[in-house]
């Protein structure tokens, strides 16, 4: 049947032949989606045109007008209609029976109402009162009657939005926030509704209202197959349940998929996430959009009559190589060049969420566009971004989704395009598969100064449910994704086979202790084997409690952690024995030889610093790369080297990725003690200095005339630091039992300039001497080893290393 049949029933007898019509039209299976709304709306418009020329002969002045989503032409099969009976006010009689005549037949046949009977200027004082008038109207469509009169309104009312707009607009995010408060995110909801829920079709209509007010516009790709999704969904919701409803309950799913053409219900609800998830980006980077408009019209006077009525130049502030920030967003720098730069998009992202700051969409467009793939295994520096960006906290979660919605992740990390959109049909799980990865890794992020690896953790935190897009038992497929996830990342193999361990893994610790008997030797024995050592046990205690307060607050309690805590620390007891040793001094080379009699027949500091310059090798040696570039030192040993070197290093914006420090047997025959300093740096922005440079400020450091503290302190204060990101607090702590030669302080922290500095002046302070040190940068988390003894060379007491911890401790809290 064609729609202009469709149309002469509609014509045949009233309300009976719209009906029959409709009906056809409904359930005839050549037209769904669009051209079936499209039609239903003019099949719609055909019959109340009949019904308000039968009511208005000889009434001039009136016009019938469709608004809200009648006005968009999209009529679902069980969508209110939403009229407007708009009169010039000449005869309020006449109108008013106008009214009841086209009123009544739409009554009559059952179908839903929303009317109402205005003057022009009714119309748009209602309007300014209530938002939702107002929006319904900026999609106003003429129906029949009086097209000037129409067409007036329709001009008046986009021309009040736009000029209400800086007021307007911040109301309607403020009523959007409440509501998405209410209905939840419609692309983690097992029950959504599909209209009011955060992601639905009301904020899709939203977003025209904003692109209508010309303050900003949506990004536009993907927006209208997003939209014309969700109303797909509600449509089959209508037509399976006879209801006008926007709930999308879990007994309706399979018949609403089997509507649509389907496989299943999982595979409905993956669309609807995946549309909703688009709405939802592009209404945050719209709102983002239109504060910014609104904060540069609020300034631009001021600055104006500042600059002497010059235009304002937008400040730009580097967050790291190639990366800036620009009007409270993350932006590339004008030098960037993404097409040479393929760990770019992870440290533009890395900046932004430790910054916490959004990544600008032209920024992440771009480097989608641009970008080249990262080769296998990925560069030390990939792996460190990937490592800063899961340690920041709460704003990953958005810095990711930027990400993600340019498809980014999913060139990155391929295996994760299984899990995207994933819903699980659990009570006790509040989010899809992918945003719990997330989420497990910000709530691991907490867990950082508990762990001896935070990057491992975080890494196993981002891949333990990563199984659960492959048939099986998802920690079993886990395991073998993440050796290769972990390989291609460019782990070493031992790091490789902890990682798949912790994933294989991730349920025992909760699964032993709430279902077996913690007394039984047994018990305690399997874990520990399955397990293997100290440290993955504390990495998945770590995980396992990240990994349910992830899940929702059903899957976490007291409780639990306590039973978790006393088998941990039963399997622990078994695996006793393994404690850190101080890491023997490897046999110096001939150039770390000829540095420390260079430096013992001169007096002073001698130094090297060398880039790796060697092409990588065609197969991977199994090995990570090296992160920045060497660093070597060879100082006469005196009081003062650390905090020293760590200072001027920090005064060059060079960050410490390792580094260790160690006292030096000289050849036979050379008097004397030299320092010997091996480390890793690299630099905060643009290149190296030179050595010269770095040696003469050395000097100076150590003879006490460069103020490294002060020049510090002026340099924080001329260009303070964003503190976008709230890490846990430093913990140090001691370990009687590691060495019997030292007293070891361990130092776990979040990397910041000067934090090396800080920690070695307090523990010169503190009149210790440093036997050894070793310091590591994972991400952005610092976990470093300070071997102590006493004036005379022997470990410290119990109280006076205790003391020492604290000392240090309320330093990096201060």
């Known amino acids: 049947m064609t729609s202009t049949d469709v149309s002469k029933d509609a014509e045949d007898s009233g309300p009976s ?23 239903l709306a003019e099949l719609t418009d055909e019959w109340l045109t009949g019904l308000f020329a039968a009511g208005a002969e000889g009434l001039r002045g009136v ?16 969508s ?8 010039d006010g000449g005869d309020p009689g006449a109108v008013a029976g106008l009214a009841d005549r086209i009123w009544y037949p739409v009554w009559d046949l059952g179908l839903a109402l929303d009317h109402s009977v205005r003057t022009p200027a009714e119309a748009r004082k209602t309007a300014g009162e209530d938002l939702k008038v107002q929006l319904g109207l900026l999609d106003a469509r003429h129906i029949a009657g009086d ?11 986009l021309a009040d939005w736009r000029n209400q707009a800086p007021k307007r607009l911040p109301e309607l995010q403020e009523l959007s926030a409440e509501r998405a408060e209410r209905q939840g995110e419609l692309q983690y909801l097992l029950e959504p509704d599909l209209k009011e829920a955060r992601g639905g079709l009301r904020d899709a209509t939203i977003l025209r209202a904003v692109a209508a007010s010309w303050l900003a516009d949506a990004p536009r790709e993907g927006l209208d197959d997003a939209r014309r999704r969700l109303l797909d969904v509600r449509d089959a919701l209508h037509l399976t349940t006879g209801r006008a409803t926007d709930r999308l309950s879990l007994q309706e799913q399979d018949q609403v998929a089997a509507e649509l053409g389907l496989l299943d219900a999982d595979t409905l609800l993956r669309q609807v996430y995946e549309a909703a998830r688009v709405i939802s980006y592009a209404s945050d980077v719209t709102w983002r959009e239109v504060g910014r408009v609104l904060r540069s019209r609020a300034v631009r006077p001021r600055l104006r009559a500042m600059l002497g009525g010059g235009k304002p130049t937008a400040e730009r502030s580097p967050l790291a190589e190639g990366v800036v920030e620009q009007d409270g967003e993350v932006v590339l720098a004008r030098a960037a060049r993404p097409e040479r730069d393929p760990v770019l998009p992870l440290r533009a992202a890395a900046a932004a969420a430790q910054a916490g700051l959004p990544l600008s969409l032209h920024a992440v467009r771009r480097m989608a566009a641009t970008v080249r793939p990262l080769p296998t295994p990925w560069p030390a520096e990939a792996r460190e971004q990937l490592v800063t960006l899961l340690g920041s906290g709460r704003p990953t979660v958005d810095v990711w989704e930027a990400l993600e919605a340019e498809g980014l992740i999913t060139r990155l990390l391929p295996d994760w395009e299984r899990v995207r959109c994933r819903p699980q049909r659990n009570a006790v799980h509040i989010w899809t598969v992918d945003r719990h990865l997330i989420e497990t890794a910000v709530r691991a992020s907490e867990f950082t100064r508990r762990v001896h690896r935070p990057d491992l953790l975080l890494v196993a935190a ?48 909760v699964d032993t202790a709430t279902r077996r008997d913690l007394e039984d030797p047994a018990t305690v024995r399997s874990v520990a084997e399955a397990v293997g050592s100290q440290g993955t046990l504390e990495l998945l205690h770590a995980l396992t409690e990240a990994d349910a307060l992830a899940t929702g607050p059903a899957a976490w309690s007291s409780w639990r952690g306590s039973l978790v805590a006393d088998l941990v620390k039963r399997v622990a007891a078994v695996l006793a024995g393994d404690d850190l040793e101080e890491p023997e001094a490897a046999a110096p080379t001939a150039e770390q030889e000829r540095l420390a009699i260079e430096a013992m027949a001169t007096g002073s500091p ?41 200072g001027v290093l920090a005064m060059h914006r060079l960050t410490v990725r390792t580094a260790e420090l160690s006292a030096l047997d000289l050849p036979d025959g050379v008097e004397g003690s030299v320092l010997l300093l091996n480390w890793r ?32 302190a002026e340099r924080d204060a001329a260009y303070p630091r964003r503190r976008g990101v709230v890490p846990p607090p430093p913990r140090v702590s001691v370990h009687p039992a590691a060495s019997r030669l030292a007293t070891v302080i361990e130092v776990r922290a979040q990397d910041a300039p000067g934090l090396l500095f800080r920690i070695g002046r307090a523990l010169e302070d503190a009149a210790v001497r440093m036997r050894s040190a070793h310091v590591s940068t994972l991400g952005a988390n610092a976990v470093d080893a300070f071997y102590v003894t006493g004036p005379e060379g022997a470990p410290l007491p119990s109280e ?12 990096l809290r201060g």
Do not use: C, M, N
């Not at 790796?612 to 006469?636: F, K, M, N, R």
């Open 147 to 157: 097209l000037g009169l129409t067409a007036g309104l329709r001009t008046a009312v």
């Open 17 to 39: 032949g719209y009906a029959a019509a409709r009906l056809r039209l409904l359930t005839e299976g050549a037209r769904s989606g669009p051209p079936r709304r499209s039609g």
């Open 80 to 87: 209110d209609l939403d009229l407007l009976l708009l009169h």
């Open 63 to 78: 016009s019938l007008v469709a608004v809200g989503g009648y006005g968009r032409g999209e009529l679902s099969p069980r």
């Open 606 to 646: 001698v130094l090297s610093l060398r880039a790796q310059t060697e092409p990588p090798t065609e197969e991977p040696s199994g090995d990570p790369e090296p992160l920045g570039v060497e660093l070597l030192i060879a100082v006469p040993d005196q009081p003062g080297v650390l905090p020293a070197v760590a």
């Open 681 to 712: 740096v690299a630099a905060e922005y643009g290149s190296l200095p030179q050595a010269t440079r770095l040696r003469a400020d050395l000097v100076r450091a150590l003879d006490g005339s460069l103020d490294i503290a002060g020049r510090l």
């Open 462 to 509: 981002l891949l333990h449910d990563i199984g659960k897009g492959w048939p099986g038992d998802h920690s079993v497929a886990g395991e073998i994704i993440a050796k290769d996830v972990a390989a291609r990342i460019g782990f070493d193999r031992d790091d490789v086979a902890v990682l798949s361990a912790l994933v294989r893994h991730h349920l025992l610790l």
């Open 800 to 811: 006076e290393a205790a003391a020492v911890a604290r000392k240090v401790e309320e330093t």
